[in-house]
């Protein structure tokens, strides 16, 4: 079959790879459709995303859809045939975070197209993709199956809304208009926050924002007032949600929310430590607390897609052919053109 395969930073390789036989309790998944994540750009970037680094060849992707070819004989999923979305989280199932229903602080987690075990885990920008049946989550028919691809990203903004705890009425900023902020934005505004702020440095990615229904969309390159202007608007934002993983603005969040606020931090580093004004966390009594990955918001993603009640066609941009995959991944890197470019495979 054939694959996407990245060889170091810059060397992204379709590539023939041999598909696997199905263990226990496996289902092998014809690919349709992959979103390119802001982690697989990392990767193509740099070889490393976080504190991961490359250290074998890496079939990159986890935001995929497909459908259903095989099941091992014991395996209890969706039967042949099922069009599925692909939960790329495989916790253990066993440690005290998967029984405290915490899966996605397993200590053994395999999550797909990920160089943070070693083997690492290959990911889903390949013709076939062998899973456990019940990663496999099905989707109607009348969802697109790049629209289905979303649930991944979406479930992680879901996580992070529900990490910042209810909304209801709520003053919201997010730090960065990515993908991620920006389906942190129909998710704040699906946990009916009254008002939700988006900020970037970049103006093509926040017109999609108002388009999305943000309260305001600020560039905030230009004029770096303008940030505690809109707090001090709102007399401090209620929660904050840091999207962007830069430094800078990490440290800023504090000085946004109002005291008793939160801040969640969802946007991922590069490694190392970053300065934060931990006094003005301390006086005003701030939350601040991280978000990582999903667990049960994978379902409810799906089911949010399924039934419109959380729209995310403005975020897709563009999709390719497998074959295109070096092109795919450099509009996917071009922010100016792109949200979410897709591949579609097969
Ligand atoms: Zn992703
Ligand atoms: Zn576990």
């Not at 049946?133 to 109607?140: E, G, H, K, L, S």
Request: charge should be neutral; proline fraction near 6%; aromatic fraction near 4%.
């Amino acid at each position: 079959m054939l694959a996407a395969v990245l060889h170091g930073a810059h060397d992204l390789r379709v590539e023939h790879k041999d598909d696997r036989g199905l263990a226990a309790g496996e289902a092998r998944v014809r690919v349709a459709a992959g979103g390119i994540c802001g982690s697989d750009l990392s990767y193509f970037n740099k070889g490393g995303v976080g504190d991961f680094r490359v250290r074998e060849p890496l079939t990159l992707g986890h935001e995929v859809s497909g459908t259903v070819v095989e099941l091992a004989p014991d395996a209890s999923g969706p039967p042949v045939g099922t069009r599925v979305a692909v939960n790329p989280s495989r916790p253990c199932l066993r440690c005290r975070y998967c029984r405290a229903g915490r899966g996605n602080l397993c200590s053994a987690m395999r999550f797909l197209g990920s160089a943070a075990p070693m083997p690492h885990v290959q990911g889903g920008f390949s013709e076939c993709l062998v899973v456990r049946a019940d990663q496999c989550v099905p989707v109607p028919d009348a969802l697109s199956f790049r629209l289905a691809a979303c649930a991944e990203p979406l479930a992680v903004a879901l996580h992070a809304v529900a990490r910042a705890g209810s909304l209801v009425g709520r003053q919201v900023l997010i730090a960065g208009a990515g993908p991620i902020g920006l389906l942190c934005l129909a998710a704040a505004r699906h946990a009916g926050a009254a008002g939700v702020a988006i900020v970037d440095l970049c103006e093509p990615p926040l017109e999609i924002a108002r388009r999305m229904g943000a309260s305001d969309a600020r560039d905030v390159s230009g004029d770096p007032e303008t940030l505690d202007r809109l707090a001090a608007e709102r007399g401090g934002f209620d929660v904050a949600i840091e999207a962007t993983g830069a430094a800078s603005s990490v440290a800023r969040m504090p000085h946004l929310v109002r005291p008793g606020g939160r801040i969640v931090q969802l946007g991922m580093l590069p490694p190392g430590e970053v300065p934060l004004p931990v006094n003005l966390l301390m006086a005003r009594e701030i939350d601040l607390i991280g978000s990582f990955r999903f667990h049960e918001s994978f379902d409810i993603a799906v089911a949010a897609l399924a039934a419109g009640r959380i729209d995310v066609t403005p975020i897709l941009s563009a999709s390719f052919a497998l074959q295109d995959a070096n092109a795919a991944f450099l509009m996917a890197g071009d922010r100016q053109r792109a949200i979410k470019v897709h591949l579609e495979i097969g």
